[in-house]
Protein backbone atom coordinates (compact mmCIF):
# COMPACT_ATOMS: atom_id res chain seq x y z
CA UNK A 1 0.00 0.00 0.00
CA UNK A 2 1.68 3.07 -0.70
CA UNK A 3 0.51 6.71 -0.94
CA UNK A 4 -2.69 7.78 -1.38
CA UNK A 5 -4.11 4.61 -0.42
CA UNK A 6 -1.91 4.45 2.28
CA UNK A 7 -3.25 8.00 3.72
CA UNK A 8 -6.89 6.69 3.11
CA UNK A 9 -5.88 3.54 5.37
CA UNK A 10 -4.98 5.70 8.21
CA UNK A 11 -7.66 8.21 8.30
CA UNK A 12 -10.18 5.13 7.62
CA UNK A 13 -8.30 4.20 10.55
CA UNK A 14 -8.22 7.75 12.52
CA UNK A 15 -12.12 7.59 12.14
CA UNK A 16 -12.68 4.31 12.64
CA UNK A 17 -10.93 4.84 16.65
CA UNK A 18 -12.91 8.16 16.81
CA UNK A 19 -16.52 6.38 16.68
CA UNK A 20 -15.07 3.84 19.00
CA UNK A 21 -14.45 6.78 21.29
CA UNK A 22 -10.76 6.26 21.10
CA UNK A 23 -8.03 7.94 20.07
CA UNK A 24 -5.10 7.01 17.15
CA UNK A 25 -2.62 8.91 19.02
CA UNK A 26 0.71 10.31 16.94
CA UNK A 27 2.52 6.40 17.74
CA UNK A 28 -0.18 4.80 17.25
CA UNK A 29 -0.51 6.44 13.84
CA UNK A 30 3.16 5.98 13.32
CA UNK A 31 3.39 2.14 13.95
CA UNK A 32 0.25 1.56 12.04
CA UNK A 33 1.57 3.52 9.32
CA UNK A 34 5.34 1.70 9.14
CA UNK A 35 3.44 -1.58 8.81
CA UNK A 36 0.90 -0.23 6.15
CA UNK A 37 4.42 0.69 4.27
CA UNK A 38 6.15 -2.44 5.03
CA UNK A 39 3.16 -4.68 3.59
CA UNK A 40 4.81 -7.79 5.08
CA UNK A 41 4.40 -9.57 8.68
CA UNK A 42 6.97 -7.34 10.78
CA UNK A 43 8.90 -8.00 14.01
CA UNK A 44 8.31 -6.07 16.93
CA UNK A 45 11.97 -5.14 17.11
CA UNK A 46 11.95 -4.07 13.55
CA UNK A 47 9.30 -1.88 14.61
CA UNK A 48 11.27 -0.59 17.16
CA UNK A 49 14.09 0.04 14.98
CA UNK A 50 12.12 2.10 12.51
CA UNK A 51 10.61 4.45 15.14
CA UNK A 52 14.12 4.87 16.23
CA UNK A 53 15.10 6.28 13.21
CA UNK A 54 12.39 9.02 13.54
CA UNK A 55 12.08 9.49 17.21
CA UNK A 56 15.51 8.33 18.27
CA UNK A 57 14.50 8.16 22.20
CA UNK A 58 11.19 5.30 21.30
CA UNK A 59 11.67 3.14 24.27
CA UNK A 60 9.94 -0.25 23.43
CA UNK A 61 6.96 0.19 26.12
CA UNK A 62 5.86 2.93 23.72
CA UNK A 63 6.13 0.50 20.48
CA UNK A 64 4.30 -2.57 22.27
CA UNK A 65 1.82 -0.51 23.67
CA UNK A 66 0.68 0.93 20.76
CA UNK A 67 0.71 -2.57 19.08
CA UNK A 68 -1.87 -3.65 22.02
CA UNK A 69 -4.32 -0.91 21.06
CA UNK A 70 -3.89 -1.62 17.03
CA UNK A 71 -4.62 -5.17 18.08
CA UNK A 72 -7.40 -4.72 20.55
CA UNK A 73 -8.21 -1.94 17.94
CA UNK A 74 -8.63 -5.17 15.59
CA UNK A 75 -6.85 -2.97 12.89
CA UNK A 76 -3.68 -5.11 13.07
CA UNK A 77 -3.11 -9.12 13.65
CA UNK A 78 -0.84 -10.61 15.10
CA UNK A 79 0.90 -13.54 13.48
CA UNK A 80 2.16 -15.75 16.05
CA UNK A 81 3.75 -18.53 13.52
CA UNK A 82 6.43 -16.04 12.81
CA UNK A 83 5.68 -13.73 15.63
CA UNK A 84 5.38 -10.42 13.57
CA UNK A 85 2.39 -8.19 13.19
CA UNK A 86 0.63 -7.16 9.93
CA UNK A 87 -2.18 -4.78 8.75
CA UNK A 88 -5.23 -6.01 8.68
CA UNK A 89 -6.11 -6.52 5.33
CA UNK A 90 -10.05 -4.29 5.26
CA UNK A 91 -8.98 -2.05 8.05
CA UNK A 92 -11.75 -1.51 10.50
CA UNK A 93 -13.86 -4.12 8.85
CA UNK A 94 -12.43 -7.18 9.41
CA UNK A 95 -14.56 -10.21 9.96
CA UNK A 96 -11.53 -12.11 10.38
CA UNK A 97 -10.58 -14.06 7.25
CA UNK A 98 -7.80 -16.84 7.43
CA UNK A 99 -4.59 -15.91 7.29
CA UNK A 100 -2.22 -17.57 5.32
CA UNK A 101 1.53 -16.93 6.00
CA UNK A 102 4.67 -16.94 4.05
CA UNK A 103 7.31 -18.29 6.39
CA UNK A 104 10.02 -16.77 4.56
CA UNK A 105 9.41 -13.60 3.77
CA UNK A 106 6.25 -12.51 6.10
CA UNK A 107 3.93 -11.61 3.49
CA UNK A 108 0.06 -12.43 4.77
CA UNK A 109 -2.98 -12.96 2.48
CA UNK A 110 -6.14 -13.07 4.11
CA UNK A 111 -8.85 -15.48 2.61
CA UNK A 112 -12.31 -14.06 3.52
CA UNK A 113 -14.37 -17.15 2.86
CA UNK A 114 -16.91 -16.48 5.94
CA UNK A 115 -18.95 -20.36 4.94
CA UNK A 116 -15.34 -22.54 5.22
CA UNK A 117 -14.35 -20.24 8.17
CA UNK A 118 -17.90 -21.68 9.79
CA UNK A 119 -17.52 -24.54 8.65
CA UNK A 120 -13.82 -24.62 10.30
CA UNK A 121 -14.88 -23.77 13.50
CA UNK A 122 -18.13 -26.17 13.76
CA UNK A 123 -15.54 -28.89 12.84
CA UNK A 124 -13.39 -27.81 15.65
CA UNK A 125 -16.55 -27.12 17.96
CA UNK A 126 -17.66 -30.72 17.40
CA UNK A 127 -14.11 -32.32 18.36
CA UNK A 128 -14.86 -30.37 21.19
CA UNK A 129 -12.18 -27.72 21.15
CA UNK A 130 -12.64 -24.37 21.60
CA UNK A 131 -9.87 -21.86 19.72
CA UNK A 132 -7.83 -20.03 21.62
CA UNK A 133 -8.24 -16.77 19.63
CA UNK A 134 -10.11 -15.04 16.43
CA UNK A 135 -6.67 -15.99 14.12
CA UNK A 136 -6.62 -18.44 11.67
CA UNK A 137 -3.48 -19.22 10.58
CA UNK A 138 -2.05 -21.15 7.89
CA UNK A 139 1.65 -21.11 7.41
CA UNK A 140 3.12 -21.27 3.82
CA UNK A 141 5.39 -20.11 1.23
CA UNK A 142 3.96 -17.35 -1.04
CA UNK A 143 4.58 -17.22 -5.27
CA UNK A 144 7.88 -15.03 -4.85
CA UNK A 145 9.43 -17.76 -2.67
CA UNK A 146 8.77 -20.42 -4.28
CA UNK A 147 10.15 -19.33 -7.47
CA UNK A 148 13.01 -18.06 -5.80
CA UNK A 149 13.46 -21.96 -4.21
CA UNK A 150 12.85 -23.37 -7.26
CA UNK A 151 15.21 -20.89 -9.40
CA UNK A 152 18.18 -21.68 -6.45
CA UNK A 153 16.99 -25.37 -6.64
CA UNK A 154 17.45 -24.90 -10.41
CA UNK A 155 21.08 -23.11 -10.22
CA UNK A 156 22.25 -26.17 -7.36
CA UNK A 157 20.94 -28.68 -10.10
CA UNK A 158 22.74 -27.05 -12.98
CA UNK A 159 25.74 -26.53 -10.91
CA UNK A 160 25.72 -30.45 -10.05
CA UNK A 161 25.73 -31.42 -13.58
CA UNK A 162 28.69 -29.29 -14.64
CA UNK A 163 30.75 -31.15 -12.21
CA UNK A 164 29.13 -34.19 -12.96
CA UNK A 165 30.61 -33.49 -16.77
CA UNK A 166 33.72 -32.89 -15.91
ZN1 LIG B 1 -8.07 -8.91 8.95
ZN1 LIG C 1 7.39 -15.32 0.67
Not at 60 to 77: C, K
Amino acid sequence: MHGDSQEAALTLAEEYCRERGEKLTPIRRKVLELLLNSGRATKAYSLLDEMRQIHPGSAPPTVYRALDFLLSAGLVHRIESINAFTVCHDLTQCQHGILVVCQQCGTVTELHQPKLRQALVAQIEDAGYRLASDEIELKGLCAACQAAEAAATAAAGSAASVAAAK
